[in-house]
């Protein structure tokens, strides 16, 4: 009999919402280039020609903390609390009012978790998709130390304006099944140290034995380098 666990499908992951402070990355792409132009904000060329030579002149746009952005011909377009599809159905609705049968691709630039405590590289990470879970995460920190609490790794995670916070336990399947398994934009990783791990080993009876065998040891290798 198998010891793996058959095939279950994913419903603990929900797709990130849009926040006040995210960039977004949104282009739009038709028949027209001219309406290509307008609405992927490049600057022309001196000669007036799209090519090459145009120049990207903003490299997103930023939610403001009344959750609208500011797009080209249309204006304010409220996209809080949106996902990413719906962000994409709502603009292609507004911009298809202006140009015939657009592509509209909506991403996060700044989509980003913070992983810190005891990992071997704490950081702040900007993830390329938003769909990121816990155990990629401490990947992305080169996994815990060795006084890592595996079995209590804290998430904080502040949404509308409401701070949340839940332990899991990676030592045990359920976690897959947790709502904080899936990382939202801007959540916390909190590795906790195992402090009677961390005090036993740091103990400075512990450290004068890991000294002296590391001098038996050089001892050893200077004696072999000699006879023979």
Known sequence: MSNSDAGVPIKNYASPKIQPDDILAITVSSLSAESNVIYNNVLLPANGNVGTLAEKINEGYLVDKNG????????????????????????????????KNPIVNVRFINFKVTVIGEVTKPATFVVETEKINV??????????????????????????????????????????????????????????????????????GNRLIGIWSALITTAGFVLITIYN
């Open 68 to 99: 609208f952005i500011n797009f080209p011909v249309i204006g304010k377009v409220a996209l809080a609390g949106l996902t990413k599809e719906e962000a994409i159905e709502k603009m292609t609705d507004l911009i298809k009012t202006q140009v």
């Open 135 to 204: 155990l990629e995460a401490l990947g992305l920190a080169g996994d815990m130390t060795e006084f890592g609490r595996r079995e209590n790794v804290l998430i904080i995670r502040e949404k509308d304006g409401i701070r949340t916070s839940a332990r899991l336990n990676l030592n045990n399947k359920a976690v897959l099944t947790s709502p904080f398994y899936y990382l939202q934009q801007n959540d916390i990783v909190y590795v906790e140290p195992d402090n009677k791990v961390k005090t036993a080993q740091t103990a400075p």
